[in-house]
């Protein structure tokens, strides 16, 4: 489920047609993905856990 995620976020939020690049290890796994321009107050928050589609805030700016 946790790739999955990984995978839909990298999905949503990557520019249309761009190359997700997915690489497995024996100790660790990575997710690549580009993105739109991110606002600079969002970067801090990135990595916060947050659960359910109520908090959920696109850090992507327009």
């Known amino acids: 489920m946790l790739i999955r995620n990984l995978l839909d976020n990298a999905i949503r939020y990557s520019p249309e047609h761009s190359i997700i690049d997915l690489t497995l290890d024996t100790n660790s796994i990575s997710i ?31």
């Open 32 to 62: 690549t993905n580009p993105c739109n321009n991110i606002v600079l107050e969002n970067l801090k928050h990135l990595r916060e856990h947050f659960s359910g589609q109520q908090n959920k805030k696109a850090v992507v700016a327009n």
